[in-house]
């Protein structure tokens, strides 16, 4: 009786196997359907040649398939059709779970039940990249990131020098180094962008905190900030117009005295000057500060002083030590400013309305198809990536902060204090 059990798990198991093999190609082999499909070959008389897999790798992360492409086929041939390739593959539901096949009850239809295993069969949205360095290499990322991340204080204790913790890709968990320059950041409301923020914030001042500085400015009330408010790495949290337009005056001269001291000291840049400090400047909604959006005459041409500084700031700052961040919710190209975002090498976004709003911030759509709080476009020079970002609660960034926390009078706001007086700024440059 045994025996008999055993023989019929492994034919049943065997026969599964055998629809399965019928049923789907490995993906090494689809890849190269698709490209024939898509007209990715080359034709010698009447000779068809394609692309020709020569090995492939298993990673923790997927698969990488390496191919040779014929001669009169590029790189930039098959990058234009990557949307077809990653469509292909995602093409069927995903992989089965063979374990399941244990479960199967004999005294019923086995074909009918191998069959509803494999419709029900685990979703598995697959993406590729794509490089070239003689061979075609094509990676297949099939591990699958979490619908949610929750902050935890070791994700700090991995993170070296300006590293901030980032979240999860499909090749693992990330940081972003603060260090790459200026940060264009975009999402909708209740999609990510403000948590995102906050993590920023308290994990610079965590771990950076003497070194660090803070000018906020959030012209939507401020209320994301109130918590930094009386922190000692922050100068100012700018509420309206007239402050933020104070604060940036204040952080353009105190930019103009850091370049004057490079240029006496002969210092090309930050590194090179032997300092420590960065100075980050966050404006929580661009639309509040655009001169395109608002109306009367007055506003609008404090508006226009407060992009003048912060395009300055994009163009010379990172490498005096400044870092712009530059946010909005409902990017648009009256929005934003075209100069301040050419100069922010790193794109982070979360879902958008659309896309045109994701075509402005990315030069792509994309940003629209996000479905997941949390989910995030990380976009580099290095490349594009797809990313589930950490959610910190307030009593995390409290415990984070609380030792930095002084007690602040109303005049001790150097933004305050520049509106007032016309003396000289009190920053002062101390080589390490």
């Not at 209740?190 to 950076?208: P, S």
């Not at 922190?231 to 103009?256: R, Y």
């Not at 990172?318 to 100069?339: E, F, H, W």
Request: charged share 30%; proline share 3%; with cysteine.
């Amino acid at each position: 009786m045994l025996f008999e059990i055993v023989s019929t798990s492994a034919a049943v198991s065997l026969l599964g196997l055998s629809y399965l093999k019928r049923s789907e190609l490995d993906d090494g082999e689809k890849i190269k359907r698709i490209a024939l499909n898509c007209g990715l070959f080359i034709k010698e008389g009447k000779e068809v040649k394609s692309m020709q897999l020569l090995r492939k790798a298993s990673h923790e992360w997927g698969t990488e398939y390496i191919y040779r492409i014929p001669l009169g086929l590029s790189f930039s041939d098959i990058e234009k059709k990557t949307d077809n390739l990653r469509d292909g593959l995602n093409s069927r539901k995903g992989r089965v779970d063979l374990m399941a096949f244990i479960n199967i009850d004999f005294r019923s239809n086995i074909i009918a039940q191998i069959k509803e295993l494999i419709q029900k069969r685990f979703v598995s949205e697959k993406d590729i990249e794509m490089s070239y360095d003689g061979t075609l290499h094509i990676s297949v990322l099939d591990r699958e990131m979490p619908a949610n991340i929750t902050f935890e204080k070791s994700m700090l204790g991995k993170c070296i020098d300006w590293e901030i913790p980032l979240g999860e890709t499909r090749y693992g968990f990330i940081h972003h180094d603060m260090e790459k320059g200026h940060i264009t950041l975009a999402g909708a409301t209740r999609k990510g962008k403000t948590v995102f923020l906050k993590l920023m914030i308290a994990a610079l001042i965590n771990n950076q905190p003497e070194n660090t500085k803070f000018t906020l400015i959030d012209l939507k009330g401020g209320l994301a900030f109130t918590r930094f408010k009386n922190a000692k790495q922050v100068e100012t949290v700018a509420t309206n117009l007239d402050e933020a337009l104070a604060a940036l005056h204040a952080v353009k001269k105190e930019m103009d005295q850091v370049k004057g001291w490079f240029e006496k000291n002969e210092c090309e840049d930050i590194k090179e000057a032997g300092i420590d400090t960065r100075h980050f400047i966050i404006v929580d909604e661009a639309a509040q500060i655009s001169p395109q959006i608002l109306t009367g005459k007055e506003e609008k041409e404090k508006a226009r002083k407060c992009e003048e500084a912060l395009s300055e700031i994009a163009r010379i700052g990172a490498g005096l030590g400044y870092r712009l961040i530059y946010c909005s919710q409902y990017p648009t190209a009256d929005v934003m400013n075209k100069q301040i975002k050419q100069n922010c090498d790193t794109v982070i976004t979360y879902k958008l309305r659309d896309a045109v709003a994701s075509r402005v911030v990315l030069d792509e759509s994309g940003a629209e198809k996000l479905a997941l709080a949390g989910r995030a476009i990380y976009k580099t020079p290095d490349g594009v990536q797809q990313v589930q970002t950490p959610f910190i609660n307030n009593d995390q960034i409290e415990e984070l902060i609380r030792p930095h926390i002084v007690i602040k009078s109303r005049k001790e706001d150097p933004a305050v204090e520049e509106v007032k007086k016309d003396g000289d700024n009190s920053f002062e440059l101390t080589p390490m």
